[in-house]
């Protein structure tokens, strides 16, 4: 069993920036995939980034050039530093743990994930 928390949620204005953290603990050592994924209210839950364990990451368009996905492997955390902000990524963002190494499409399609936090709340206002 893998256990996934998030931090690091908040509000801020739009243009402003904010590190969300997932800390994972538990049978931790064939976490292959990592992402971050969000659910803003009325709409679907839609991946924002993914990574590997060797570093590879994949990034929504909307946040390509904003957002930065990373992974420690030692401490078993995945951390998603966001800039430039908009009032579109009001959201609960959720970290996500995949077992598996290979992938038909390369990454984990959401319902291949198999672990999830309860997420963190992120506010832009504008």
């Known amino acids: 069993q893998v256990h996934l928390l998030e931090s690091g949620g908040g509000s801020v204005q739009s243009g402003g920036s904010l590190r969300l953290s997932c800390a994972a603990s538990?049978?931790?050592?064939?976490?292959?995939?990592m992402g971050w994924f969000r659910q803003a209210p009325g709409k679907e839950r839609e991946e924002v980034a993914a990574?590997?364990?060797?570093?590879?990451?994949t990034y929504a368009e909307s946040v390509k050039g904003r957002f930065t996905i990373s992974r420690d492997n030692a401490k078993h955390t995945l951390d998603l530093q966001m800039n430039s902000l908009k009032p579109e990524d009001t959201a609960l963002y959720y970290c996500?743990?995949?077992?598996?190494?290979?992938?038909?499409?390369?990454?984990?399609?959401?319902?291949?994930?198999?672990?999830w936090g309860q997420g963190t709340q992120v506010t832009v206002s504008s």
């Open positions: 538990g049978y931790t050592d064939s976490l292959y995939f």
């Open positions: 996500a743990a995949a077992l598996g190494e290979y992938y038909s499409g390369g990454y984990p399609a959401e319902s291949e994930y198999n672990y």
């Open positions: 990574i590997n364990s060797d570093g590879r990451a």
